[in-house]
């Protein structure tokens, strides 16, 4: 038992990290009352060593802890896409006004992002039904919180307070779903799933039905798809803007992980069984197609009207997990693939886009349109740069984001989803209208009033170049991304 | 008549079931009606007692293991920590609003 348990471990050690990380901070900002840099540093440690850890496992494929979560190609990427986005919304919290306004807590703050990270973690590997509920609820109770962390802010909090109330119900339905789900196959870990649906022959079952939806209202919920995505603008619009980034990268895609895990666990047919009974038995495809296509349009649609650039980048999030939704959509190889691609790229891009509008909301006291008239005249680098993210987050080439959709949408072609790729295309060319009305702003239109400058130290250029040459350069050179998504969903059970 | 009470001396599955699904419904109802921030925590309980209830129940009789019995354990140490954590938000927001009707709390929108 002990040896098992101990052998189990070290294929656990990038969570191990983040646990013993979080449990430092913690002690750290007692100890250290008043020097908030010493837990600060201590959680980046930490995140750094999960991060480099989890990369570490890159090859491995095998459940551990009796199936409870699973070590496999595709948790791995989806772990250093989380770690690699909490290293970086990291070092964003370094010059945000937000964060330092509650300087005094900031070791909360660093140990909330932990833990939260290490929900993410979880959720990336989760293969048994107990698993994915306590990784949602670790991951959804640190970000209620951050989301709150300038509690004397009262759009903070009323961000942190509609979060919570749409993650409890949603919680709660799915939880209901999983639990009818349990009754119907007796089984706990998807595996187990999927054969007692295949060996039951009970398709269309009613009851079967009403489970999946109510547990795809959960999943629905962590990636704001359309109709779950009520609280996703206002929540991002109200939390500091570190956590609207982390929430709007990590978060979602820890969901999708989650998400492709259980469809493809449970709807993909074992070998020697009828593909499409066993698929069919969902209907997913069709659904999630239908999901996919409502969250684009209505997030690049309502993303017109939007003059707050924090509430249109919530919008645009919402979007963009339509795109990667289409992808899911096709239940293939070369589907999956495209989504760890699209994620990538999405993780700079977005990020980028993030922390320039934080940096300009830092100088400027304001993240409206308004207040970017001129500002490619005034800040050149600033300008640029922000030009190249939302380039990027249209998807136009030569950026990063045209190779994230040429992905999802060959993908698409080539499992026959014709109308579902023109819909898509023409989400595009939607999305075009409001990431150019910024830019006309910052380029055609002269400032109202004399603005305050935006200056960069050189700190905050070199953070902006971790963010600004991949998008330049994955729009180039993307083959070893490609490889590497293709190597993470080639032993995922899937054809 | 005396089939229905023999029903209801036999308790089994099927009573428990619609037992749960009854709080279920009384949960959702009150999250979809009540204003007050605090009675739609109480409906998100109501929920989440019904999906525990529905575990041990198939865990009693459907599926014969301990599985089922084991995630309500999860569940009740669950829904109360998300319980501190909403009613810790719920006091900020009060501190912030000076009331915790969700309809007020609404400064964020289009």
Excluded at chain 1, 209 to 215: G, K, P
Excluded at chain 1, 285 to 300: D, E, F, Q
Excluded at chain 2, 4 to 30: C, D, E, K
Aim: contains cysteine.
């Amino acid at each position: 038992m002990v040896e098992s348990v101990l052998q189990n471990l070290t294929y656990f050690v990038p969570e191990t990290a983040l646990v013993v990380t979080f449990c430092a901070v913690l002690l750290a900002d007692v100890i250290f009352k008043g020097r908030p840099r010493i837990p600060w540093t201590i959680g980046l440690l930490g995140l750094i060593v999960a991060g480099v850890t989890a990369f570490q496992q890159t090859g491995l494929n095998r459940p551990v802890f009796d199936l409870m979560i699973v070590v496999d190609p595709f948790a791995v990427f989806f772990k250093v896409i989380v770690a690699a986005t909490a290293i970086l919304i990291y070092l964003m919290s370094l010059w945000s006004d937000e964060v330092k306004a509650s300087a005094r807590r900031m070791g909360e703050y660093a140990a909330l992002l932990v833990s939260a990270t290490l929900g993410m973690f979880l959720m990336a590997g989760a293969t048994n039904l107990l698993m994915i509920v306590l990784a949602l609820e670790l991951t959804g109770l640190s970000s209620y919180v951050l989301s709150g962390y300038t509690k004397e802010a009262s759009d903070s909090s009323e961000a942190s307070l509609k979060y919570i109330l749409f993650g409890a119900v949603s919680t709660g339905i799915m939880l209901y779903g999983i639990s009818l789900l349990y009754g119907l196959t007796g089984a706990t870990d998807l595996i187990g799933i999927r054969l007692a649906l295949e060996g039951q022959a009970m398709t269309h079952t009613p009851m079967l039905l009403i489970s999946s939806i109510m547990i795809l209202a959960g999943f629905g919920y962590k990636i704001s798809a359309v109709p779950f995505h009520f609280w996703t603008p206002d929540v991002y619009e109200g939390a500091p803007i570190t956590v609207t980034a982390f929430l709007s990268v990590a978060s979602k895609a820890a969901g999708f992980a989650l998400m492709i895990r259980f469809l493809v666990s449970t709807a993909t047919p074992s070998l020697g069984v009828d593909v499409m009974a066993v698929v069919q038995t969902f209907e997913w495809p069709k659904l999630i197609a239908i999901m996919s296509v409502l969250t684009m349009t209505l997030g690049n649609i309502v993303a017109i009207w939007q003059n707050n650039l924090k509430r249109l980048l919530a919008y645009s999030s919402i979007a963009h997990a339509g795109t990667m939704l289409m992808a899911v959509t096709v239940f293939s190889q070369n589907g999956v693939a495209a989504v760890l691609i699209y994620f990538v790229v999405y993780l700079f891009m977005n990020l980028g886009a993030f922390y320039l509008v934080m940096l300009v909301a830092g100088a400027t006291g304001s993240e409206d349109i308004d207040s970017y008239k001129g500002l490619g005249h005034r800040a050149p680098l600033v300008g640029v740069s922000l030009v190249i993210f939302l380039i990027s987050l249209t998807g136009l080439p030569p950026t990063a984001g045209f190779i994230g959709k040429l992905y999802v949408f060959s993908a698409l072609l080539d499992a026959q989803w014709i109308w579902l790729a023109i819909v898509g295309a023409l989400n595009s060319v939607i999305s075009l209208y409001y990431y150019v009305r910024v830019i006309r702003n910052m380029y055609l239109r002269d400032p109202d009033s004399a603005p305050a400058p935006v200056v960069l130290t050189g700190a905050q250029t070199v953070l902006l170049m971790v963010f600004l040459v991949p998008t330049l350069v994955l729009g180039v050179y993307f083959a070893p991304l490609v490889d590497w998504a293709h190597a993470s969903v080639a032993l995922f059970g899937i054809r | 008549m005396n089939d229905i009470l023999v029903w209801f001396q036999n308790p089994g599955l099927t009573h428990v079931l619609l037992i749960s699904a009854a709080l279920f419904m009384l949960g959702t109802y009150a999250i979809l009606t009540r204003r007050n921030a605090i009675m739609v925590l109480m409906g998100i309980e109501l929920v989440l007692n019904a999906a525990g209830l529905n575990f041990v129940a198939f865990g009693r009789y459907a599926v014969g293991t301990f599985d089922g019995q084991v995630i309500t354990l999860f569940i009740i140490v669950l829904a109360a920590a998300e319980a501190a954590i909403a009613l810790a938000i719920v006091l900020n927001i009060y501190q912030n609003f000076h009331t915790v009707n969700v309809d007020e709390i609404n400064r964020l929108k289009d």
